[in-house]
């Protein structure tokens, strides 16, 4: 796999997710409500020597974060341990995923591969692509496509947007949907901040639909992939 390889949560996996439709957005049984592990068999796009490709679901944070439960790149490490019978298999995290948002995340398979990986996405190399769905209008109907940029910064347990600070963040988002009821954006990030495909929405007036953090309505998933 290439530095300039194109990561993007716009392709095949998305299918597995949600779906906006006429009548509204329905999801998958892979991702109802469910007090066990979702079923990771068919998690994998893309293997080779150096790096795996998988698609997260969610639900599930990207590494552990208690000794209790496993992380996504943990259950993925296991899995190739178990396939190749090599308990000496690791995988690196290169980039991260919210708990609650779905989509392509890229492991390394070795800490070379995990240094050129972390460059790539340093000097924006890497394009990502994120989609969400919103039962909110926005205000200028006519835009379907704007920059939002915005200072990110987490205060206390919460990711905040702070109006007074310089810019750390530059999203743009592009409308590619609409039905009566909801909407489709996509999400282009040129930085990488926490929270960053979900904050600017709230600010732009189309909150995604089941963030509560962030002033999106309850619904039985966050619809960010």
Same mark, same amino acid.
């Given at each position: 796999?290439?530095?300039?390889? %194109?990561?993007?949560? #716009?392709? &095949?996996?998305?299918?597995?997710?949600?779906?906006?439709?006429?009548?509204?957005? %329905?999801?998958?049984?892979?991702?109802?409500?469910?007090?066990? %592990?979702?079923?990771?068999? @068919?998690?994998?796009?893309?293997?080779?020597?150096?790096?795996?490709?998988?698609?997260?679901? $969610?639900?599930?944070?990207? $590494?552990?974060?208690?000794?209790?439960?496993?992380?996504?790149?943990?259950?993925?490490?296991n899995?190739l341990?178990?396939?190749? #019978?090599?308990?000496? =298999?690791?995988?690196?995290?290169? $980039?991260?995923?919210? *708990?609650?948002?779905?989509?392509?995340?890229?492991?390394?398979?070795?800490? =070379?591969?995990?240094? @050129?990986?972390?460059?790539?996405?340093?000097?924006?190399? +890497?394009? *990502?692509?994120?989609?969400?769905?919103?039962? *909110?209008?926005?205000?200028?109907t006519?835009?379907?496509?704007?920059?939002?940029?915005?200072? +990110?910064? @987490?205060?206390?347990?919460?990711?905040?947007?702070?109006?007074?600070?310089?810019?750390?963040?530059?999203?743009?988002f592009?409308?590619?949907?609409?039905? *009566?009821?909801?909407?489709?954006?996509?999400?282009?990030?040129?930085?990488?901040?926490?929270?960053?495909? &979900?904050?600017?929405?709230?600010?732009?007036? +189309?909150?995604?639909?089941?963030?509560l953090?962030?002033?999106?309505?309850?619904?039985?998933?966050?619809? #960010?992939?």
């Amino acid at each position: 796999m290439e530095t300039n390889t %194109t990561t993007n949560a #716009s392709g &095949r996996c998305h299918q597995e997710c949600f779906t906006l439709g006429h009548e509204g957005v %329905t999801f998958s049984k892979m991702n109802s409500t469910s007090s066990t %592990t979702p079923d990771i068999s @068919k998690n994998f796009h893309y293997l080779d020597d150096h790096y795996v490709a998988c698609c997260k679901p $969610h639900g599930i944070p990207t $590494h552990r974060t208690d000794e209790e439960k496993l992380g996504f790149v943990e259950l993925m490490e296991n899995k190739l341990k178990f396939q190749f #019978s090599n308990e000496n =298999e690791k995988l690196f995290v290169v $980039h991260r995923l919210d *708990k609650d948002t779905s989509g392509l995340l890229v492991f390394a398979r070795n800490k =070379e591969a995990a240094a @050129k990986m972390s460059l790539a996405f340093a000097a924006h190399k +890497i394009k *990502k692509e994120y989609l969400f769905v919103t039962d *909110k209008k926005h205000p200028d109907t006519k835009q379907e496509s704007f920059v939002i940029e915005s200072h +990110i910064e @987490k205060k206390g347990p919460h990711f905040i947007s702070h109006a007074e600070k310089p810019n750390n963040s530059k999203t743009q988002f592009v409308q590619l949907k609409e039905t *009566k009821t909801h909407t489709l954006w996509q999400a282009l990030p040129h930085t990488g901040k926490p929270h960053q495909i &979900r904050l600017p929405p709230q600010a732009a007036g +189309i909150p995604v639909l089941g963030d509560l953090a962030h002033g999106g309505p309850p619904l039985v998933r966050l619809c #960010s992939h």
